[in-house]
């Protein structure tokens, strides 16, 4: 089970951290986050890999970091220069490799989180 925390309302331009706790022994796995906006397809934001190899969506490149702590179990997704149209639920996301390679695409995800907003005005 993924269990998100974090999220919220922030002004354009501002920060958030959000988090997402993992079983153990989904350690090895590759992580990704997701985000969805009202009427619009689940798009991937960036993954990160066992080797902590991450890629990113260029909307998001140079503002978003994801971070791994291995002794808590958690996965992080921090945002900055935050702006609207990065309004949308977040989701943490397990991925299964394709092909040895971590791509960030839904149809490769085999566990999700719950989801958490984030409002940017």
């Known amino acids: 089970q993924l269990v998100e925390s974090g999220g919220g309302s922030v002004q354009a331009g501002g920060s958030l951290r959000i988090s997402c706790s993992y079983p153990?022994?989904?350690?090895?796995?590759?992580f990704g986050w997701f985000r969805q906006a009202p009427g619009k397809e689940r798009e991937g934001v960036g993954s990160?890999?066992?080797?902590?190899?991450?890629v990113y969506a260029d909307s998001v490149k140079g503002r978003f970091a994801i971070s791994k702590d291995n002794d808590r179990n958690t996965l992080a997704l921090q945002m900055n220069s935050l702006k609207p149209e990065d309004t949308a639920v977040y989701y943490c996301?397990?991925?299964?490799?394709?092909?040895?390679?971590?791509?960030?695409?839904?149809?490769?995800?085999?566990?999700w989180g719950q989801g958490t907003q984030v409002t940017v005005s």
């Open positions: 996301a397990r991925i299964s490799r394709s092909g040895g390679s971590c791509y960030r695409r839904p149809t490769l995800v085999s566990r």
């Open positions: 153990e022994r989904y350690s090895s796995y590759c």
């Open positions: 990160r890999d066992q080797d902590a190899t991450q």
